[in-house]
């Protein structure tokens, strides 16, 4: 295999499992589903390991990472064998689980889980880093965005057949094999077959389990009675429940209670959440003429399409929509008379990259200002599910309430978990209730699209969240400090030296530690952005991802082909790109049509991005050390995915100052004589001596 196909290969094949892992992962370690960023940080770790380590080899022998596989084997033996959780002991954020906590304690389970992940993709980065070591600096960077898009593509692709982990991990393995090579086949093969088994044993037990772009979905079939019902769970937490319109409204009457909250019967309806009918079904029975019915799970409205006992969705009066409830608000210019969220708890986030849930943007102060503009006269507004917290209830009904003007009307059951049905007609008389809800002096603020954290009760880093991130920072030192000193034993009796020097080309990249921090927060900016300006569904997201990586690419390209401006200049327009997406307000964004919204959202997200990654290019290119340069990049990543967390408490236009300081941080730190090197490898380049950038560097650095 030639170096440029392997290192494609090899980059496809780290994104693919990195994307692999926190589905699967997220699906099998409930509580997991909003900690998935905890598997992008071990990740990060994991493949800047792969790069420490390749830098620490001899240019000669290929690097055999079988431990990869092998602990990939580990992890997932660990998780199918034990109900592992996270302990969930904290009363200031809400996780939408049943609450049992079984398995080994956290103090075990997020350092293993955390540990290992970095083990699994320490692998394929350990391969791409020996390649990037054999080719030219920049050939390098371009393959391996290549190859990274093509393992997004790949994997997006698969979620929208609703492939199950069986194929994921198949095709990590085929890749595994291939890239390790002849002498580690046998071995490779052996650990491929014994880790597909743990797949392929429970298919013949979970028959009702399928993949959608957002969850594992169980569902099973109970006949009691003559009465059949379905039962869906999503990533192992009960969720939905199939029965007939009239079973339903006879065992939870809370069902009708919207409708004993408006005074006349709706004409034209849209339910958010309309999951697999059931509210669409009721709406029907109450009168309704027409309704838009708007579901983001392909997968669940399709099911609810085939089991639906009252064959809702085959209704003629019902049309549906695979969308974010947001989204579709922003882009309907329909006037509805009774408009439903119904039970929109998504239990998942929208990626890796962030603390967003998919429903988050449905309950800031901006979207109920949306539902209000979308009410036709005498229309309402209602919102039930169960909340939990009482303290969430009058959060939900203080925002109703600050945007309609009037208290809403709010059904409570405490015995059934804070169940709350709230209400908000367009006026006073488009509500009746014999009680309006009435606001306390500890009624919590609204959440807004800037800190879109409805079920974080305060401003402020959850001690749990606190906990995972000193696990992470401890675990990374550890594992950091663990790779160094292999690479020093095996330099022989100068491996004292050797850990002096490696310690010493980490020092030298600081610069690119601090870039790799600013440049996961402003990614992390570009994501919560595009899924507030257009739906955080899987479609957006994966677009998003794939439009940063050739965003990056643009300035690859762009420098390896132009002169570009000095290092200062790019400084500067990178700064100025940040404060432009200071200034622009995303409402001025939203009330743009939708193919202006996504020229200017463009324009103003990727201009940064482009900046930063000439930035990067330039300081790359002139790098002694390939591998110990790009791990050392990677390796900062994982304080930006740190330094993420600081959105819970001063929101995400926040990340946009961080990312300023570390990004004026890294020019303050660089080397200056990697500046100097930069400018007078350039000039000797232009004059036809080869490999001079390079020369240079490496006697800057000593």
């Known amino acids: ?300 409205l399709r099911f609810g399409r085939q089991h639906n006992p009252d064959h809702a969705y085959q209704d003629p009066r019902v049309r549906t929509h695979v969308d974010d409830g947001r989204a579709f608000l922003e882009s309907t210019g329909t006037k509805f008379d009774l408009i439903i969220f119904a039970l929109p708890d998504s239990l998942t986030l929208v990626s890796g990259a962030s603390s967003l849930r998919l429903e988050s943007y449905l309950f800031t102060r901006q979207a109920v200002q949306a539902v209000r503009s979308h009410l036709a006269p005498g229309g309402a507004f209602s919102m039930y599910n169960f909340y939990r917290e009482q303290w969430l209830v009058d959060r939900l009904a203080g925002t109703l309430e600050d945007v309609f003007g009037h208290a809403p009307c709010v059904y409570e059951d405490r015995a059934a978990t804070a169940l709350a049905v709230m209400t908000a007609g367009l006026t006073p008389e488009d509500q009746t209730c014999a009680r309006p809800w009435a606001r306390t002096a500890a009624t919590p603020p609204p959440a807004t699209d800037d800190q879109p954290f409805l079920y974080l009760r305060e401003s402020t880093i959850p001690s749990l969240y606190r906990t995972a991130l000193v696990l992470i920072v401890l675990g990374s030192i550890l594992a950091i400090g663990f790779v160094l000193a292999l690479n020093a034993a095996g330099g022989g009796a100068g491996g004292a030296r050797r850990l002096r020097e490696q310690a010493r080309g980490l020092w030298s990249y600081r610069d690119l530690f601090l870039l790799g921090a600013a440049f996961l927060l402003i990614e992390t900016k570009s994501v919560t952005g595009f899924a507030l300006l257009f739906g955080t569904t899987w479609v957006v997201n994966s677009l998003v991802f794939g439009g940063v990586l050739l965003a990056v690419l643009a300035a690859v390209e762009v420098t390896s082909r132009t002169r570009t401006p000095p290092l200062i200049a790019m400084y500067a327009l990178l700064l100025g790109g940040l404060a432009l997406s200071w200034l622009v307000p995303a409402s001025w964004l939203l009330s743009l049509g939708v193919l202006p919204r996504a020229v200017a959202a463009i324009a103003v997200s990727f201009l940064p991005i482009f900046a930063a990654n000439i930035i990067f290019a330039k300081r790359f290119s002139a790098t002694a050390d390939a591998p110990l340069a790009f791990g050392t990049n990677l390796l900062g990543a994982i304080v930006g995915g740190c330094l993420e967390y600081f959105s819970l408490v001063f929101g995400y236009r926040a990340l946009l100052i961080l990312a300023a300081a570390l990004y004026v941080g890294a020019y303050l730190v660089m080397p200056r004589a990697a500046v100097a090197g930069r400018s007078l490898g350039g000039r000797l380049r232009r004059r036809g001596v080869p490999g001079a950038a390079v020369a240079v560097d490496t006697a800057g650095a000593e």
């Open 1 to 300: 295999m030639s170096i440029r196909v392997r290192l494609l290969l090899a980059s496809a094949l780290m994104l693919f499992l990195e994307l692999a892992l926190i589905r699967w992962l997220g699906a099998n370690i409930v509580h997991l589903s909003y900690f998935s960023n905890f598997v992008l940080m071990g990740s990060f770790l994991g493949i800047g390991l792969g790069f420490l380590r390749a830098a620490g080899r001899d240019r000669g022998p290929r690097p055999m990472p079988l431990h990869a596989l092998v602990v990939l084997l580990g992890l997932v033996a660990f998780v199918s064998a034990y109900p592992v959780t996270v302990d969930k002991t904290s009363n200031k954020l809400i996780f939408f689980t049943t609450g049992t906590t079984t398995g080994p304690p956290i103090w075990m389970t997020l350092p293993a889980v955390f540990l290992a992940v970095a083990g699994v993709l320490s692998g394929p980065g350990e391969i791409v880093g020996s390649c990037f070591g054999r080719l030219e600096r920049l050939e390098a960077y371009r393959l391996d965005l290549l190859g990274s898009l093509l393992g997004i593509l790949a994997f997006t692709g698969l979620s929208f057949l609703g492939a199950p982990p069986l194929v994921w991990f198949t095709i990590v393995g085929v890749l595994f094999i291939a890239l390790l090579g002849r002498p580690a086949t046998s071995v490779s093969v052996t650990l491929l077959l014994a880790l597909l088994v743990m797949f392929v044993y429970p298919l013949r037990h979970d028959t009702g389990d399928f993949w959608s772009p957002y969850y594992k979905v169980s569902t099973a079939l109970v006949v009691d009675q003559g009465q059949r019902t379905w039962s869906v769970d999503v990533n192992g937490i009960p969720h939905q429940r199939l029965t007939s319109a009239a079973l339903r409204s006879s065992e939870e009457p809370w069902y009708l209670q919207t409708y004993r909250q408006i005074p006349h019967r709706p004409g034209n309806v849209l339910i958010v959440g309309a999951g697999t009918g059931t509210d669409v079904a009721i709406a029907l029975a109450q009168g309704a003429t027409h309704i838009d019915a708007v579901e983001i799970d392909p997968t669940l």
